[in-house]
């Protein structure tokens, strides 16, 4: 975990398969908006990326907006 701003931001690093070289630094931002919280996710790659490896990371972004909306919402239901 590189950053954690409570109820607006999170960041961290996404490693290789070999645990160890970092691929990527992703940050999710919360912003209020209405009635409602908009989610904003950005990846910055440390090197490019093979055209596999870029179809596959679809779902692993899936997999992560899916974790960080349910996180928000915990959060969000233990604030109420």
């Keep these: 975990m590189l950053e954690l701003g409570p109820l607006r931001r999170i960041r961290h690093n996404l490693l ?39 179809e596959d990371a679809g779902t692993g972004w899936e997999f992560a907006l899916k974790a960080v909306k349910d996180l928000a919402e915990n959060n969000n239901r233990q604030r109420s």
Aim: aromatic residues 8%.
């Design 16 to 54: 290789g398969p070999d645990k160890e070289t970092v691929v990527s630094v992703i940050t999710y931002e919360f912003r209020e908006q209405d009635d409602g919280t908009i989610l904003t996710g950005i990846e910055v790659m440390t090197r490019p990326m093979e055209q596999t490896a870029f």
